[in-house]
């Protein structure tokens, strides 16, 4: 094999562990709201105030659907509503206090989980992933940057 078809293979199996250690992550989360819902609260915490169509568009629903999500959401507390200081014809929507906490407590609960998984692995395990955190930040980023490419 190709240095260039090992490279492929192992970006493979890597995207394929990395794949399915997220998606069950997801399954573990709490079912206290949609996925889309949760997805939002932690756009607005990441993004700062957005408008109903931007979070349309950033997660991949229609604006209608939006649109009754964020008051579900202003219903519970979590989002309000508030004026663009730069155009007044503009809403914007943005995580309350308890929305910001909401987030945090969440993604709380999931650095937990994984720290208690984690800590069940062998010293030579752990040594591996800590070899591996500067990659798994990187990735991390160019998922953002493509995110936000896609968004435009």
């Keep these: ?17 990395l794949y399915g250690l997220a998606t069950r992550a997801v399954r573990r989360l709490p079912r206290d709201m949609s996925l889309t819902s949760a997805a939002t609260l932690a756009t607005l915490d990441k993004t700062g105030p957005r408008r109903i169509t931007d979070l349309a568009a950033a997660e991949g629903v229609t604006q209608p659907a939006m649109t009754v999500l964020v008051r579900v959401m202003e219903e519970s507390g979590l ?28 993604r709380q609960a999931g650095v937990d989980a994984y720290a208690r998984l984690i800590d069940e692995l062998t010293d030579d395990e752990v040594e591996a992933l800590a070899a591996a955190l500067p990659a798994l930040l990187r990735l991390a980023e160019l998922e953002s940057h493509a995110r936000e490419e896609s968004d435009r």
């Design 79 to 106: 989002v309000e509503r508030t004026g663009d200081p730069s155009d007044r014809r503009v809403t914007l929507v943005r995580l309350t206090e308890a929305g910001e906490s909401y987030v945090r407590t969440r």
């Design 1 to 17: 094999m190709s240095r260039q078809g090992a490279a492929h293979g192992a970006s493979e199996a890597i995207g394929s562990a």
